[in-house]
């Protein structure tokens, strides 16, 4: 019912940028704050960046000021812009809708991932 697709995951070489998309369906978008993690080869999952249902953002230091986080809402759909990428960005590119009301969580909900490899 709930699903979250990523795409635009691709090989890019330093320096380049690339348009990730993760298309959301099954719940109630505005509701949602969107987030996007990854994962690198041997790494624990890390947080990149969340945009709110208010639209206030959040970035992990290592990608502030190249990564822009932004959503359509008429379109169910949450981008991650990335400039200037490094090769340390390369990982495994999670989308993630949560939902939590006076503390208690409603819903957490994941995508399956798009490969994002940064190379020469």
């Known amino acids: 019912q709930v699903q979250l697709v990523e795409s635009g995951g691709d090989l890019v070489q330093p320096g380049g940028s690339l348009r990730l998309s993760c298309a959301a369906s099954?719940?109630?978008?505005?509701?949602?704050?969107m987030g996007w993690f990854r994962q690198a080869p041997g790494k624990q999952r890390e947080l990149v960046a969340v945009i709110r249902s208010d639209g206030s953002t959040y970035y992990a230091d290592s990608v502030k000021g190249r990564f822009t986080i932004s959503r359509d809402n008429a379109k169910n759909t949450v981008y991650l812009q990335m400039n200037s990428v490094k090769p340390e960005d390369t990982a495994v590119y999670y989308c993630?809708?949560?939902?939590?009301?006076?503390?208690?969580?409603?819903?957490?909900?994941w995508g399956q991932g798009t490969q994002v490899t940064v190379s020469l």
């Open positions: 099954g719940i109630i978008f505005s509701n949602y704050a």
């Open positions: 993630n809708a949560k939902r939590v009301v006076v503390g208690t969580r409603l819903g957490d909900y």
